[in-house]
Structure formats: structure tokens, C-alpha cells
């Protein structure tokens, strides 16, 4: 039996437009977002505000309850972080922040300029640790103690580590 034209041309648009949903739904695959192996933590660094200061809020630490008045801006933020790693130091365990380069020249700036005061790092705006500036920061690495256990510790780099590369590949887009 003989097909007419427009059976023909019924048959070659449904080719077509099967042809072009595979490509787009190829072209969708591309762009889905990848399932995140963390949960989102936002972190931030923060440094103690100078005395008489009336705009600076209080920044309780969770398990020592020590209060530090801290100014509002940050003076690093997760667009700063390249990494977060658990290190072992002479005190114990703590994370160790790797800053951008960028981040790295300007917090140096930033600490030899603040010697004796406290930076506080704040996780989704809550305050989780603290250390006391002593000297200039120059090698671009943030140590600092969290109050928490030690075995939270891989965690919540794991977690800082990714949100801060999302945030930071979000923004190149």
C-alpha cells in the first residue's frame, strides 16, 4: 500500500520532534544542578569591635558563653574560602581556613591592623569560634578552635568547604 505526502510529512514531523526533545532533554541534563554531599553553611569571619562602639552586636560563644561585641561587617566570607581542613596543633584540634589570594593580601592588611583584638567566625550567622589576633596573618591560612566536639569537626569543614565552592562557582556563571 502506497503512503500518501501528508502521512509522509505526519510521519517525518514526529521524527522531528522526537529528535529534538532528545536534544533538548540532553541539553537539560547538562544544566541540572548536581546533588549537594553537604548541608549549606555559610561562613564568615567577623572581628571584635573597638570599645565605645554602639553599633557592634554581641557574639555569644555556644558552650563557654563568652560574649564579644563584634562590628557587622565581615571581613572574610565564603566567596574568600579556597579550603577548609581539620588540623592537629599543639593545643588540639582545629580548622584551618585557605584563603584566595585576594582574600589572603587584604586580611593580612586587615590583622596586622587589629592586633590583640578577636576574630569570631560565625556559621549561618552563629557565633562557633573564636581566636585572638597576636601577629599579622601572612600565609593566607586562618586557624581557629571551634567550640564544639571533635568529631563534629570533619563535618562542618566538609560542609563550609562545599558551600563556600558553590557560592564561589555560582557567582563565575
Do not use: H
Request: aromatic letters at 6%; glycine letters at 6%; a neutral charge.
Amino acid at each position: 500500500m502506497q503512503r500518501s505526502s501528508s502521512t509522509l510529512s505526519v510521519d517525518s514531523m514526529a521524527a522531528w520532534l522526537m529528535l529534538l526533545g532528545a536534544i533538548f532533554g540532553l541539553c537539560a541534563c547538562e544544566t541540572t544542578e548536581r546533588i549537594k554531599d553537604y548541608r549549606v553553611s555559610v561562613a564568615r569571619f567577623v572581628l571584635e569591635a573597638d570599645e565605645g562602639n554602639e553599633y557592634a552586636s554581641i557574639a555569644e560563644m555556644p558552650v563557654s558563653r563568652v560574649r564579644i561585641p563584634v562590628n557587622g561587617k565581615a571581613v572574610l566570607s565564603e566567596f574568600d574560602i579556597l579550603d577548609v581542613q581539620v588540623a592537629e596543633v599543639e593545643f588540639g584540634k582545629c580548622l584551618v581556613f585557605g584563603l584566595t589570594q585576594e582574600a589572603g593580601r587584604a586580611f593580612m592588611r586587615d590583622s596586622s591592623l587589629s592586633r590583640g583584638k578577636r576574630l569570631v567566625l560565625l556559621l549561618n550567622g552563629r557565633p562557633i569560634g573564636a581566636r585572638r589576633i597576636q601577629a599579622p596573618i601572612t600565609d593566607g591560612r586562618v586557624y581557629i578552635f571551634l567550640e564544639t566536639k571533635d568529631e563534629n569537626l570533619e563535618e562542618i569543614a566538609r560542609d563550609i568547604r562545599g558551600t563556600s565552592l558553590d557560592a564561589q562557582r555560582r557567582i563565575k556563571k
